[in-house]
């Protein structure tokens, strides 16, 4: 694993990184807090990937499922529909990365939470002097949170602020965009990322990328922690078994 590791870091970054532009290097894992440290920290966007949660959303996994059946031999499934639900209506993304966007303005760890209610109490996320406070803050809590995790939020935050299309006239129709001066396409690129920012501020935008990375980061840190308390519980409970059966073995056990 050292080897691999190894490998995956210096071929990634750093002075000694092959110069190919940029990669997108996709990890899925059910064991976060398995990863290498080094890893992990090198990952900017993290995103839980929970499943299926609501009755839509199983009833849309199994219709995903059974329409390959259905499609091949019409009627073969024959099964009745659900009366007042559209199969795959519930799966509307743009719509569900808008509601994500408003819930993450509200930490869901205890200690994330608790850290930013302490910073408000002093600053508004209007303030940079917020942010700092609150990394620090952060930072005491969890003594891994590094400088590379702040980068990887600003990286957060700078594909949040250019993540848009260019407007359908503008690939279509040459002169809209590409035929325009230099400073002419600067200027619509602004106004366009102004645009998408659907009327939040930068500090509102910053804000909320900063809980997702911390509420994800504190999951990951209490997971490694239960984990471990399991651990030893399981011990704990093996070892008290053993010498329960010990006793009662040495209890039939024939005086010598």
């Not at 002075?15 to 080094?38: F, H, M, V």
């Amino acid at each position: 694993m050292i080897e691999v590791v190894e490998s995956f870091l210096v071929n990634t970054e750093g002075a000694s990184a092959a110069k190919q532009g940029n990669r997108l290097i996709q990890i899925y894992t059910n064991l976060p807090e398995t990863l290498d440290k080094a890893v992990l920290s090198r990952i900017q966007k993290r995103s839980l990937l929970a499943g299926a949660t609501t009755v839509e959303d199983f009833l849309d996994q199994d219709y995903i499922w059974w329409q390959t059946y259905e499609t091949m031999v019409p009627g073969f499934v024959d099964m009745g529909h659900p009366e007042e639900y559209e199969f795959m209506s519930a799966q509307d993304i743009m719509g569900q990365i808008n509601e994500r966007y408003d819930e993450q303005s509200e930490a869901q760890v205890y200690k994330v939470k608790t850290i930013i209610e302490k910073t408000t109490q002093d600053h508004s996320i209007e303030e940079h002097l917020f942010f700092a406070r609150l990394f620090h803050h952060v930072k005491t809590e969890f003594p891994g949170f590094t400088s590379r995790d702040v980068r990887n939020i600003q990286t957060a935050v700078n594909t949040r602020l250019t993540d848009f299309d260019f407007p359908a006239d503008w690939m279509n129709d040459h002169a809209c965009f590409f035929a325009r001066s230099y400073d002419e396409k600067l200027n619509m690129l602004k106004e366009l990322m102004k645009a998408n920012m659907q009327g939040l501020s930068f500090a509102s935008i910053r804000f909320q990328e900063v809980v997702r990375y911390l509420d994800n980061m504190a999951m990951i840190v209490d997971k490694d922690f239960e984990n471990k308390v399991a651990q030893r519980l399981e011990e704990y409970r093996v070892e008290q078994e053993a010498r329960r059966r010990l006793a009662e073995i040495i209890a039939v056990s024939p005086a010598a």
